[in-house]
């Protein structure tokens, strides 16, 4: 009997142009400001949200757009050095130093390079004990991104599908986003489940694998029977422990 062929779950390439950006009523202020960095007072700029809005993926579109260095604020310690024409900082309202991020301001400034940070808050509510950085960040033009719309997340969701290659109906996918946080990074961890499941058992990507994939999963809101898809023996499919 020959060796059964496993499926191996391929790394798949996650895009962070600023076309993969999609634009919503949450973001339209945040992508506006982004497009134009020479326009930002003072050279720099930040926007704020709640986690899994895609702040860092707009971090990301702008390093990609412009060739700036991205850098994590929670690393950035003594004085930093300037990697190139402007500078992406994430997780700016958690700096390990804040005389570090006061003098990354400082000598992106002097250099005339572009600064785009991120948080949770905006600048002027960053927790920071130095008064010239407090100043500094008060003087930051900032742009809120909201919770995403209904489109927005169908779009997200459409395409982290389209992204592995997976077809899944519309209407599952619209079943999926009445149960699964509206956050992009439990949508984006909700299809790698699938795809991984699907691949694995050698199925199609439907409502019956979807409750046995998400059922347990913190956070879904699966519903225990909707009528929709039973099977005929009205088993689940058998799945490996991969998940």
Sequence with gaps: M????????LPVPVSRHRADLIEDSS????????DRPGDWPLGRFAIHGPAGVGKSHMLAAVADAWGWAMLDATALRGMPELPGAGVVLDDAD?????????HLINLCAERGAGLLMAGRQAPARWP????????????TAAAGIGPPSDA???????KLFAD??????PDLQAWLLTRLPREAAALAEAV???DRAALAARVPVTRVLARAVLGDWDG??????????????GASPALPALL
């Design 220 to 233: 879904f809101r699966g519903a225990a029977n909707d009528g929709f898809e039973a099977s005929a023996s």
């Design 164 to 169: 592995r290659q997976l077809r899944v109906a």
């Design 94 to 102: 958690c700096v390990a130093e804040e005389a570090a991020l006061f």
């Design 192 to 194: 790698a489940r699938l």
């Design 152 to 158: 927005l997340l169908g779009a997200l969701l459409a």
């Design 27 to 34: 973001n339209a202020e945040a992508l506006a400001w982004l």
């Design 2 to 9: 020959g060796a059964r062929q496993l499926a191996l779950a």
């Design 128 to 139: 920071v004990a130095l008064p010239d950085l407090k100043s500094r960040l008060r003087a």
